[in-house]
């Protein structure tokens, strides 16, 4: 490496009014969002060694620059931080409602850099435009009229009862739609304006589709009769003793607990439905299978533990000395099998290796770990050297030099 | 490579192919479901500026990438999580903690040093009390060129804090 600093994980490096012998003293950078340069300072980007930059932007040396890391949300009543400033970088989302301050907003500022999306209303998207330097993600129009909900909306027919008139939403996360309320739905929303996902009942589904434009997401249906449950469920006998023939359609990993006694699991499952993936014990599957949708859904039967690696995970011998009997690994995130394992040992000790996310193994270690794959969606990968690199000046949100 | 055009029309296909199963993955990680839409956005739109790279690969290998860019991204805001959690615990920590150091200087000495650019902010806000948005408005500029002096000149006396340590 060639002598020098090195700089990495800058969101924004600054560089209009450094000096060449500050940029001389740089070995490397690596890893920064956004560079910013003045014309000056421009002949300087050759020289450096700059690895995995997002976007370099000229920005003359003498505008001052404000920068947010965070969204920005111009609303009638409040224009953030203070005012319009002369260059504005936004390190997030920005979210834009039509009014007379915001208007001003866009024509004071004299250039926009966001690393995000924009919602903007459609009568200011001109003044937008010509103001935008560099968009790093979307930039989403709607019309004036259109009540922009940050987030996720959910719908309820009380909520729409509330409402005088019908209108139009603007989403930008997603919006759910369980209760049934197909008529509400019809009556009181204009359009449905949907950045992420719409996850709505078998019942409303129709009017929702009817209502929805331009969106991006997919549709979700559940099914009648099932209760909808956000993120991951775990069924365990005490929650299942609280089921009666329960349907349930879950929008994360539902685990099915070891101490389910088949009887239990048979009176209380009438259903069972999930976006992610149904890991049960095997000895439950004859009862538990029949609940589910096969087809659609994702179901993981293991025998023995369950080992889950959802993180960054190393795998030691020691695990094996301290445990006995088979286990069933499933790896959603990222998991790197220690040397000190014996090949033999993941041969012997594991029942099966589902693989969603990353391993990372010797060349002896791999084949025990293929003899033992079951659903394998992710990457199995021999182990490298560690690329980390090590900066002298890291993880800056702004650095100047 | 030859346009944008070809580019986009790459990362349309990829799109239309994998969305699903990267959402299913991204929901794995994630927990939630707006999570998950951002972490799958995140990886197109770097599939849009690496579309050259994306082309040279099979199916598989895309998909892999995808992926990869997707955890990755996860975890990395997981450990920027942790870190700021922490920071957290770190300074109400201090806050917590007595003052046991002999002969502290005084506030006035500590802000003397301060270069003038960044004094009067400090002084205002740590003397008077006085929030970004009232020293802004007291000082004719915007609250985040307040917040970006006081920042600067918090780290100017911490870098003059650790060279009288050496």
Redesign the interface.
């Given at each position: 490496m060639a002598n020098g600093k090195t700089i990495g994980n800058v969101n924004v490096l600054d560089i209009r009014k450094t000096s060449e012998e500050t940029i001389g003293s740089i070995a490397r950078i690596s890893n920064a969002n956004v560079v910013l340069y003045s014309p000056a300072t421009a002949s300087y980007l050759s020289r450096l060694d700059l690895g995995n930059i997002?976007a370099s932007i000229e920005v003359p040396a003498d505008v001052?620059l404000?920068?947010?890391m965070g969204n920005v949300h111009l609303t009638p009543g409040k224009v953030d931080?203070?005012?319009p400033?002369v260059f504005r970088l936004v390190m997030g989302n920005m979210f834009i409602e039509a009014s007379r301050e915001t208007s001003e907003f866009l024509r004071a500022i004299s250039g926009l850099v966001v690393m995000g999306?924009i919602y903007c209303p459609e009568s200011l998207a001109p003044a937008l435009e010509s103001k935008i330097k560099q968009l790093?993600?979307n930039l989403r129009t709607y019309p004036d009229d259109g009540t922009l909900i940050i987030?996720?909306l959910e719908l309820t027919d009380s909520f729409l009862a509330g409402s005088e008139v019908s209108q139009g939403f603007v989403v930008t996360?997603?919006v759910i739609a369980m209760e049934p309320m197909a008529q509400a739905l019809r009556e009181k929303v204009d359009y449905l304006q949907v950045?992420?996902?719409v996850?709505c009942a078998e019942e409303n589904a129709e009017a929702v589709k009817a209502k929805l434009r331009g969106g991006e997401?997919?549709v979700t249906v559940v099914p009648s009769g099932y209760r909808l449950r956000?993120?991951?469920l775990l069924l365990d006998a005490a929650a299942l003793g609280s089921l009666d023939q329960g349907r349930i359609f879950c929008?994360?990993?539902v685990r099915i607990g070891e101490d389910v006694q088949p009887e239990a699991a048979e009176r209380g499952l009438a259903g069972l439905r999930s976006?992610?993936?149904i890991v049960c014990p095997d000895g439950l599957k004859d009862i538990v299978a029949t609940r589910l949708d096969l087809v659609a859904d994702?179901a993981i039967f293991y025998e023995g533990d369950l080992w889950l690696f959802?993180?960054?995970h190393t795998l030691h011998a020691s695990r094996f000395e301290y445990t006995e009997g088979k286990a069933t690994a499933l790896v959603?995130?990222?998991l790197h099998i220690d040397p000190d394992v014996e090949p033999a040992t993941l041969a012997t000790r594991f029942a099966a290796v589902h693989n969603?996310?990353?391993i990372r193994c010797s060349p002896e270690q791999m084949g025990a770990i293929e003899a033992r794959l079951g659903m394998q969606?992710?990457?199995l990968l021999g182990s490298t050297q560690e690329e980390k690199e090590d900066f002298d000046i890291g993880?800056a949100n702004?650095l100047t030099l | 490579m030859d346009t944008a055009e070809q580019r986009a029309g790459i990362v349309a296909d990829l799109f239309e192919q994998s969305?699903?199963?990267l959402?299913?993955?991204a929901?794995?990680?994630a927990?939630?479901?707006?999570r998950a839409?951002d972490l799958v956005?995140e990886a197109f739109?770097r599939a849009l500026?690496h579309a050259g790279t994306l082309e040279r690969m099979n199916r598989h290998q895309r998909d892999?990438w995808l992926?990869?860019v997707v955890?990755h991204r996860f975890?990395d805001e997981?450990r920027g999580r942790k870190?700021d959690q922490a920071a957290v615990i770190e300074r109400v920590r201090r806050a917590k903690q007595p003052l046991y150091v002999e002969h502290a200087p005084a506030l006035e000495d500590i802000i003397e040093r301060v270069p003038e650019r960044y004094r009067t902010v400090i002084e205002m806000r740590y003397r008077l009390g006085l929030n970004s948005?009232e020293i802004?408005?007291a000082l004719g500029i915007?609250?985040?060129?307040v917040r970006?002096h006081l920042h600067q000149g918090i780290q100017w006396l911490r870098d003059e804090q650790k060279a009288s340590i050496r």
């Open positions: 997002n001052e404000q920068t947010t931080d203070g005012g400033a999306n790093m993600g987030g996720t996360g997603s950045s992420g996902r996850l997401g997919g956000q993120g991951d929008t994360g990993t976006l992610v993936m994702r959802d993180g960054e959603t995130g990222e969603l996310g990353e969606e992710g990457e993880n702004v | 969305k699903e199963s959402f299913r993955y929901l794995t990680l927990k939630t479901i707006d839409d956005q739109l500026r892999a992926k990869r955890r975890f997981e870190r948005r802004g408005l915007p609250s985040g060129t970006s």
